[in-house]
């Protein structure tokens, strides 16, 4: 998710509980308490509006949207259906997901289609990267 250039403060009161679990979650990611917040609470808004996406977190931390039910992330439905000329039945189908779920994915897509080709690119570098690490590795194995 990018952040907005401007931020806008904010106050509020937390329960002890609340706090408490934000100030742990915090040390173990090594983040700001303001930036674990600003994540869970812009991830939360986007779920209550987008309630077949969740989020999913990589090894190195990045958090992708995804559909539910599934691992699936939003842009490789939508690479799909543009594959398939946005038939959403047929790639529900092939992905054994319902319509309902696809619809969700272009859905979510028309509202934050420029983070979605952002971690398109990104999947696609790191592909790109470990396939030519993988052929180095091979090249000097033989």
């Known amino acids: 998710m990018s952040s907005d250039a401007m931020s806008s403060p904010r106050s509020f009161r937390l329960s002890a ?3 408490g679990m934000l100030d742990r979650r915090a040390d173990d990611l090594g983040e700001s ?7 869970l ?17 990589n090894a190195a931390g990045v ?30 189908d092939d992905f054994g997901l319902s319509e ?12 934050f289609g420029d983070e979605v080709d952002a971690d398109a690119h990104r ?10 690490r993988r052929e180095k590795a091979a090249a000097l194995t033989r």
Not at 63 to 91: C, F, H, N
Not at 101 to 109: D, G, I, L, P
């Open 17 to 19: 509980t609340t706090a």
């Open 33 to 39: 308490r303001n930036a674990v917040v600003e994540r």
């Open 41 to 57: 609470l812009a991830e939360g808004l986007r779920r209550e509006e987008h309630p077949l996406v969740y989020f999913r977190g």
């Open 63 to 92: 958090r992708t949207p995804a559909v539910v039910g599934s691992r699936l992330y939003i842009w490789q439905v939508l690479d799909a259906i543009r594959k398939m000329d946005g038939a959403v039945a047929e790639v529900a």
């Open 100 to 111: 309902q779920a696809v619809q969700a994915a272009v859905e979510y897509y028309a509202e």
């Open 123 to 132: 999947a696609r570098e790191f592909a790109r990267r470990e396939r030519e």
